[in-house]
């Protein structure tokens, strides 16, 4: 079946710091793979994707490249601030008769000045 | 415009109630898509609508939850006979197509707590 896993939280970082947070997952096919993040108090929201393998997703420093041979999707920033204090989803979908989301457990990133 | 908006946004109800859980997706969303996140868990699929219609359900846990969409706009999620198990924050999504690659946008959720 699919699934996804990323590396347990908190993961917590100075301000400035490099951020890495694992994800992995499981999919038969070729699905599209999403960082979903979540701001204290605010809905989830769309961070950055990708379609294909070895196509790289980014959006306000953050990074995140599809990697088939590893089933890997990984997210990083390389200097990370307080504002980026948040959970972090990573998700994939089947792109079956749907683009239905099928998500991990979140990781929770802190960041301190 | 305006974005998903959910209600309520906090419902606590005794075990063996009845729960109506409602969302108002993004006007001229045909798609439209319920999940569950219980505590320490991430996010499960539930169900999803493509305009009014269901064509996938895999996600409803039991027969004691139902959807349904009206005039291809709100959704309500029915939880009946409540368990404590059906405590979790169910959040709506919705994308302006359901397939190809179309940015899901959600809603706030509702949290739902079973005493």
């Known amino acids: 079946g699919n699934s996804v896993t990323q590396m347990e939280g908190p993961v917590t970082l100075s301000e400035e710091a490099f951020l890495t947070i694992n994800c992995t997952y499981t999919?038969?096919?070729?699905?599209?793979l999403f960082w979903y993040v979540q701001y204290p108090g605010e809905g989830l929201q769309l961070l950055l994707k990708?379609?294909?393998?070895?196509d790289k997703g980014s959006n306000k420093g953050f990074e995140a490249t599809y990697r088939k041979e590893t089933t890997s999707f990984h997210l990083e920033k390389g200097s990370v601030q307080v504002s980026d204090s948040a959970v972090y989803f990573c998700a994939l979908s089947p792109l079956s008769i749907t683009d239905k989301l099928i998500f991990g457990t979140g990781t929770r990133l802190q960041v301190f000045p | 415009g305006a974005g998903v908006s959910q209600s309520p946004s906090n419902k606590v109800t005794e075990k063996g109630k009845d729960v109506e859980l409602r969302c108002d997706p993004i006007?001229?969303?045909?798609?439209l898509y319920w999940y569950r996140q219980r505590l320490g868990q991430g996010l499960e699929f539930l169900i999803y609508?493509?305009?009014?219609?269901?064509?996938?359900k895999s996600g409803l846990p039991s027969d004691r939850f139902s959807a349904e969409r009206t005039g291809e706009s709100v959704s309500t999620l029915t939880i009946q006979r409540t368990q404590q198990e059906d405590s979790a924050v169910y959040l709506c999504a919705s994308s302006l197509r359901p397939t190809g690659g179309y940015e899901q946008y959600f809603g706030p959720g509702t949290r739902l707590t079973v005493t």
């Open positions: 609508f493509q305009g009014n219609s269901a064509p996938d």
């Open positions: 999919a038969t096919g070729y699905p599209s």
């Open positions: 006007s001229g969303h045909t798609a």
């Open positions: 990708a379609t294909k393998a070895d």
